[in-house]
């Protein structure tokens, strides 16, 4: 006899917002399982007014609104049980990130939580990994978001660090990110990965998960840095235009999706990764995992 329950998790990132309910499925003996029922994404960069000018503007917070207003009436309509709404680094920077957080309560219904870079880091640490790390093996796991990035290295099973970096897509290509965060990033790396050899990448975030989408290999199969690299020259070399129209990316990743691929081509350089992994998780999967064991 099995149990089938719903949940739900509201990622508010600096690039776009998702809405994923999964299955949650028990059976008495048998390990839970989680399936994703819906995702949908809503192209609504609050990077770009938080890190330029420092607050939420006013359309973005009437589209942030109607947003939520969707989302409420779609958990509504597949009777999630329960859901967890997190912003991230956008929300964390704006100074009325509060007050749009009362603001999207009010209207909405929908409470959110502003959480921090080291929640955000650890909820997707948590994440369920067991099928794809092997336990004698060493991996860095690389979430790579609109405003932040984070890392997690992996060994043994275990979680032996973990940091975030205001490294994003959307502060990347507003230039916002000086040669010193760069560094700070190399030497973290490094220096977490220097005593294990060799270490694997497992890769997070809409631009990888297009890339390998891309590049038509099954889902276990991870991808090569020659690869990676290659891709990375090829969609350099595109116009904004031509990576719209003659690869069909959507206008929202067309401009973020090369320095996403900076920041993990950088990661596996300075850990020494040759092979990067691109499994379908991030932080809305670990929230829901979170809920469910009570993590949070």
């Given at each position: 006899m099995?149990?089938?329950?719903?949940y739900?998790?509201?990622?508010?990132?600096?690039?776009a917002?998702?809405?994923?309910?999964?299955?949650?499925?028990?059976e008495?003996?048998?390990?839970?399982?989680?399936?994703k029922?819906s995702?949908?994404r809503?192209?609504?960069?609050?990077?770009?007014?938080?890190?330029?000018?420092?607050?939420?503007?006013d359309?973005?917070i009437?589209?942030?609104?109607?947003?939520?207003k969707a989302?409420?009436?779609?958990?509504?309509?597949?009777?999630?049980?329960?859901y967890k709404?997190?912003?991230?680094?956008?929300?964390?920077?704006?100074?009325?990130g509060?007050?749009?957080v009362?603001?999207?309560?009010?209207?909405?219904?929908?409470?959110?939580e502003?959480?921090?870079g080291k929640?955000?880091?650890?909820?997707?640490?948590?994440?369920?990994?067991h099928?794809l790390?092997?336990?004698?093996?060493?991996?860095?796991?690389?979430?790579?978001?609109?405003?932040?990035?984070e890392f997690?290295?992996?060994?043994?099973?275990?979680i032996?660090?973990s940091k975030s970096?205001?490294?994003?897509?959307v502060r990347?290509?507003?230039?916002?990110?000086?040669d010193i965060v760069?560094?700070e990033?190399?030497?973290?790396?490094?220096?977490n990965?220097?005593?294990?050899?060799?270490?694997t990448?497992?890769?997070s975030?809409?631009?990888?998960n297009?890339?390998?989408k891309m590049?038509?290999?099954?889902?276990e199969?991870?991808?090569s840095?020659?690869y990676l690299?290659g891709?990375?020259?090829?969609l350099d070399?595109?116009?904004?235009?031509?990576?719209v129209y003659?690869?069909?990316?959507?206008?929202d990743?067309?401009?973020?999706?090369?320095?996403a691929?900076r920041?993990?081509l950088n990661?596996?350089?300075?850990?020494?990764?040759?092979?990067?992994?691109?499994?379908?998780?991030?932080?809305?999967d670990?929230v829901?995992?979170?809920?469910?064991?009570?993590?949070?």
């Amino acid at each position: 006899m099995i149990n089938i329950k719903k949940y739900a998790a509201i990622d508010i990132g600096s690039n776009a917002m998702r809405l994923l309910v999964s299955n949650i499925i028990e059976e008495q003996g048998k390990e839970t399982q989680f399936s994703k029922s819906s995702l949908v994404r809503v192209p609504i960069r609050l990077g770009q007014d938080a890190f330029t000018v420092g607050e939420i503007s006013d359309e973005n917070i009437e589209r942030m609104v109607d947003a939520m207003k969707a989302y409420h009436l779609l958990m509504k309509v597949h009777k999630v049980e329960r859901y967890k709404a997190c912003a991230t680094s956008a929300m964390r920077e704006a100074y009325n990130g509060k007050e749009v957080v009362d603001i999207v309560r009010n209207e909405s219904g929908i409470d959110i939580e502003i959480i921090d870079g080291k929640t955000e880091a650890a909820i997707i640490a948590s994440t369920d990994l067991h099928h794809l790390v092997r336990t004698e093996q060493t991996y860095l796991y690389v979430d790579v978001g609109g405003g932040s990035t984070e890392f997690s290295l992996f060994s043994g099973g275990k979680i032996i660090a973990s940091k975030s970096f205001k490294v994003g897509t959307v502060r990347l290509i507003n230039d916002m990110v000086n040669d010193i965060v760069w560094q700070e990033i190399e030497k973290w790396i490094k220096t977490n990965t220097q005593d294990y050899e060799p270490v694997t990448l497992i890769g997070s975030g809409g631009n990888i998960n297009k890339v390998f989408k891309m590049s038509g290999k099954l889902q276990e199969k991870p991808l090569s840095y020659i690869y990676l690299n290659g891709q990375y020259a090829m969609l350099d070399a595109m116009t904004y235009e031509q990576r719209v129209y003659e690869l069909g990316l959507n206008p929202d990743r067309a401009d973020v999706i090369i320095p996403a691929l900076r920041v993990y081509l950088n990661a596996m350089k300075w850990s020494g990764a040759r092979q990067i992994y691109v499994p379908k998780i991030g932080l809305a999967d670990g929230v829901i995992k979170a809920l469910y064991y009570g993590r949070i």
